[in-house]
């Protein structure tokens, strides 16, 4: 009777080395694979201003605002590897919100950004694509390439259709404010 105890023992000792023993194997058959380039490893801390205690990640290459509207501050960092990220500013109220979309040049054509109308910001050429209306409701964007990164800056400006939010107060000219600060760094 005794043996019973002895035998459930050995054979969850077993299946805990091979399962430990399984684990290491894959780890080091993919660790290289899994590694992504240097660049992509640096983060750095970007404050939230509604929040003394949750920091944003942020890659340490790309370049923040320094420009933003008042009252406006980053909220949300959305990034994964080898796709778009996003960067969420907006107000306490909701009434000012836009989005910096961001990617490797290197992982897209260049081409994406070179639809639009044509604007600089300072020694950066760069694209406004505005699809507002008279009612100043729409989409604007500012598209550039600073530092092997692929920027857009942009908001729904006005109301959404089917929103039930506040009206989106954001600007074309503080739109363009926050591109300009990015490409001026």
């Known amino acids: 009777m005794a043996r019973a105890p002895q035998l459930v023992a ?7 080395v091979l399962g ?6 894959v780890r ?23 929040s003394q205690t949750a920091r944003l990640p942020v890659l ?21 590897e080898g796709a778009p990220g996003t960067l969420w500013y907006d107000n306490e ?6 989005l910096i979309t961001f990617f490797e040049t290197a992982a ?11 604007i600089q910001l300072g020694n950066v050429s760069g694209y406004v694509t505005d699809e507002t209306n008279q009612g100043a409701t729409g989409a604007y964007t500012i598209s550039f390439e600073r530092n092997g990164w692929t920027y857009y800056v ?5 109301e959404s259709a ?8 954001v600007t074309p000219d503080e739109l363009k404010a926050a591109a300009l600060s990015i490409a001026q760094q």
């Open 10 to 16: 050995v054979g969850l000792a077993l299946v805990l």
């Open 20 to 25: 430990a023993a399984g684990y290491g194997i």
């Open 28 to 50: 080091g058959v993919t660790a290289d694979s899994e590694a992504p380039p240097a660049a992509e490893m640096r983060w750095r801390s970007a404050p939230p201003c509604r």
């Open 60 to 80: 340490d290459s790309l370049t923040l605002p320094t420009q933003l509207p008042e009252g406006v501050c980053l909220s949300t960092a959305y990034y994964s």
């Open 93 to 98: 109220q909701g009434d000012k919100v836009f």
């Open 108 to 118: 897209y054509p260049s081409s994406a950004t070179s639809s639009g109308t044509p």
């Open 154 to 158: 942009g908001a729904r400006l006005g």
């Open 162 to 169: 089917g929103s039930s939010g506040p009206e989106n107060m």
